[in-house]
């Protein structure tokens, strides 16, 4: 059986030690307890070494938001992964729909940066999606493959298995919209059955697939009683300990 995964993504919006602090303050608390689930905060880097320290007897893990796919060099403004994995790090996000479209990281940067996390052995949440306007055309199943193809190149079975995927409709980020869980599900399903076309069905229904697109505590119920979603990336929702909690619990409520 998949275990849920509940990532929060901070993005840049809680970065300083003292907003750390005020979060998780009220937030470890409520999920105390709560073991069926895994639970990951993805801070920006410079709340991380924060992050861990708080969280460090808790079971809460530490995400990174990105990495670079070179251990160390002239690349200004990068992040290490040996950076990463020395300050306790865990997980990374990688190919969020923010890094493809503003940063214009193509499928190849994020293949390589995902093979450098896996030699790294950190967990990686890979994201993936279509915009609005592949949606309204008929082209989400096509980017979806496409994607699926080329951010996964060359990975074998044990590689994959230890990669989360983040199904993001780009079109239901940080606009209030929400895909139903009828048209979550579907796509859930597509990228199950092109994991067991390419590896075999054992290695598709171990790999966890997560949703992301605008998860609230109003919706996360309907979305984590669908059988092909994992549990789900949270972006606003996660920066207060009350709504992330609750998303939380929904998730551990469809296992019991």
């Known amino acids: 059986m998949r275990s849920p995964i509940i990532a929060g993504n901070w993005k840049m919006n809680r970065g300083t030690p003292d907003e ?30 924060t992050l861990i320290e708080i969280t460090k007897k808790t079971g809460i893990k530490a995400g990174a938001q990105n990495m670079y796919f070179e251990e160390k060099g002239a690349f200004t403004g990068e992040i290490s992964p040996n950076f990463l994995k020395d300050f306790g790090v865990e997980y990374v996000i990688l190919g969020h729909s923010e890094r493809r479209d503003i940063f214009k990281e193509s499928d190849e940067l994020i293949n390589k940066k995902l093979k450098k996390a896996l030699y790294m052995d950190l967990k990686p949440i890979v994201c993936i999606g279509e915009h609005l306007n592949e949606r309204e055309s008929g082209k989400t199943k096509g980017v979806i493959e496409y994607q699926m193809n080329e951010t996964f190149k060359d990975l074998n079975i044990e590689e994959m298995k230890k990669t989360v995927i983040a199904y993001e409709p780009i079109w239901a980020i940080g606009t209030g919209k929400t895909a139903t869980p009828e048209q979550a599900e579907e796509i859930h399903v597509f990228i199950r059955d092109l994991l067991s076309q390419k590896y075999d069905k054992e290695t598709a229904d171990s790999v966890r697939i997560q949703y992301g697109g605008s998860i609230k505590p109003s919706n996360a119920k309907d979305l984590f009683n669908k059988e092909n979603i994992d549990g789900g990336l949270v972006g606003g929702a996660s920066l207060q300990a009350d709504s992330l909690t609750q998303i939380i619990k929904a998730a551990e409520n469809t296992i019991k």
């Open 20 to 49: 750390v602090k005020e979060m998780l303050k009220k937030f470890i608390p409520q999920v105390k307890g709560i073991d069926l689930v895994d639970i990951v905060i993805c801070a920006p880097f410079t709340a991380l070494q």
